[in-house]
């Protein structure tokens, strides 16, 4: 079965720096991953994803991915945090069939 | 309407109950699921409908039926439920193969269900 780790269920950066959250997975496949953002009160929605080709990935809102094989990683990065970003953020992973796993979730906070 | 919407959006309701959570997408979809978000937990995957057939149920207590009555509706029946069954419940549409695909899910906003 697939796992999905995040480290760090919270993490606070001030406004304007760079915003990095931890995702690993465990897989003898690469995986189709992917990463989903929730704000309150809402359901998840699309950053972005990986599947094949480039394995760095940009996604909506100034973020973006890197998928590194060797060390089985897609990190979130955003260069500079705005206070819109504080939400939770969600990495998950896909193999073949339609069934995701997603991790258990980071909390991001935005400090003015 | 656009998008996967849920109602209600809020649900109190108490262990004798009998209530039912739909969720409707309007992308033509062919697959949709529903989720269980805890605090502190996973995403936890309920049931998988895939061109309205019932391909996954992750040993999902019966007091929680499922309903697909076509593609675009899916339905969540609750009976007699337990306090910890309170939780965010989150429905999904996804357009998948026969392979599967790397298509994305689609989230509806959830129902905050409360079981007192």
Request: proline content about 5%; charged content about 15%; aromatic content about 12%.
């Amino acid at each position: 079965a697939q796992s999905v780790t995040q480290l760090g269920s919270h993490v606070s950066v001030s406004e304007g720096a760079l915003v990095l959250l931890r995702c690993n997975y465990s897989s003898s496949v690469p995986p189709y991953l992917f990463w989903y953002v929730q704000y309150p009160n809402q359901g998840l929605q699309l950053l972005l994803k990986y599947t094949t080709g480039a394995t760095l990935v940009k996604g909506i809102n100034g973020f973006e991915a890197e998928f590194k094989k060797s060390e089985t990683s897609f990190h979130l990065t955003k260069p500079s945090a705005h206070m819109s970003d504080a939400a939770e953020y969600f990495c998950a992973v896909k193999q073949a069939g339609n069934q995701f796993y997603f991790g258990t979730g980071t909390s991001l906070t935005v400090i003015p | 309407e656009t998008g996967v919407t849920q109602t209600p959006r809020h649900l109190v309701m108490g262990m004798t109950n009998k209530k039912s959570l739909k969720c409707e997408q309007h992308l033509g979809h062919n697959a949709m699921y529903w989720y269980k978000q805890s605090a502190k937990k996973p995403l936890e995957l309920m049931f998988v409908y895939n061109f309205k057939e019932q391909t996954e149920n992750n040993s999902v207590p019966s007091r929680f039926s499922p309903e697909c009555p076509n593609s675009s509706h899916l339905f969540l029946h609750l009976h007699t439920l337990q306090p910890e069954d309170s939780a965010l419940y989150l429905c999904a549409s996804s357009q998948e193969l026969s392979w599967g695909s790397y298509n994305e899910q689609f989230f509806g906003p959830g129902t905050r269900l409360t079981v007192l």
